[in-house]
Each structure stands twice: as C-alpha cells, then as structure tokens.
C-alpha cells in the first residue's frame, strides 16, 4: 500500500522552529517530486516548496522564501520541511505529496498525499 505520512507538526510560539517529516510507505520518494502543501481554514490549498527528483532542484512560495527549507534523505524515505522564524500566518494543515516526475507547485501534479499535520504559530 502506497502511503505518505507527516509528523512534525504541533503548536510554536511566533519566531520558533518546527520540522515536519513526510515519510514514505510502499514507494522509494527519490523517484518521485515532492511538494509541500498547506491549507488554512477558508483558505485554498497552496503550494509551499517541492523538490524535484534527479536533481533535486527545489521550489519556495515567496510567503516563504527564506524561512523554509526543503531537503530529503533517501535513505530514510523521507523529506523534510525545516519551517524558521514562524509567523501566526503560518497556521495551517501542512500536507505533503508525492508526483510522478517533477516537484512543481501545483497540486493537480501529485499522485499521493499525506493525511496533513496541523502546524499552529501562537503566542
């Protein structure tokens, strides 16, 4: 069974640190994109960061650039999502995604999600 989960996720004062994990089941994640997705209430879902497969160029919305880092290790089957200096706008369900070639930042590209992790920036 082909399957992605997300951990990582949980409550950050504004300004901390979290990094969420996308581990993979059932399929090797270096064959594949991967994107970061979130999803805010009464938001739509938006593309965060990807990284493509082979050569692992990566992606970054300019919400944010500079704050997150995208990285894999494939000999965990898994990829990360470093999220610094978090704002409350940063509130949201983070979900990850695996694609069948290139790690581009539009969801209708991904075959296999995550069931998402809540990521909540408070004071």
């Known amino acids: 069974q082909l399957q992605l989960v997300e951990t990582g996720g949980g409550l950050v004062q504004p300004g901390g640190s979290l990094r969420l994990s996308c581990a993979a089941s059932?399929?090797?994640?270096?064959?594949?994109?991967i994107g970061w997705f979130r999803q805010a209430p009464g938001k739509e879902r938006e593309a965060i960061s990807c990284?493509?497969?082979?050569?692992?160029?990566?992606y970054y919305a300019g919400s944010v650039k500079g704050r997150f880092i995208i990285s894999r290790d494939n000999a965990k089957n898994t990829v990360y999502l470093q999220m610094n200096s978090l704002k409350a706008e940063d509130t949201a369900v983070y979900y990850c995604?695996?694609?069948?070639?290139?790690?581009?930042?539009?969801?209708?590209?991904?075959?296999?999600w995550g069931q998402g992790t809540q990521v909540t920036v408070s004071s």
């Open positions: 059932g399929f090797t994640l270096a064959y594949y994109g």
């Open positions: 995604a695996a694609a069948i070639g290139l790690g581009i930042p539009s969801q209708y590209a991904y075959d296999y």
């Open positions: 990284i493509s497969n082979g050569d692992d160029s990566t």
